[in-house]
């Protein structure tokens, strides 16, 4: 019965790994097996949140005080 006592150490084939990806020179954040995914949604969640900074910077800078109406 695999438990917290008798797990196997799994450690020594994932440094193995992460440092053979590193002596490829592969960023820290590509690595992994999930990372695709995280930096997918880091980048959608960046760049949304930058243009709608841009969008409504310039609609201020115009005189428009709200997002989508003429006020």
Not at 2 to 31: C, D, S
Not at 32 to 57: L, Q
Request: aromatic letters at 16%; a positive charge.
């Amino acid at each position: 019965m695999p438990g917290l006592v008798n797990a196997p150490n799994h450690v020594p084939e994932k440094q193995r790994y992460y440092q053979q990806a590193f002596k490829n020179h592969t960023r820290l954040w590509k690595i992994g097996p999930r990372s695709g995914i995280i930096m997918t949604t880091f980048n959608i969640a960046m760049w949304g949140t930058f243009g709608a900074s841009m969008y409504a910077m310039s609609r201020k800078v115009l005189g428009y005080n709200t997002w989508f109406s003429e006020d």
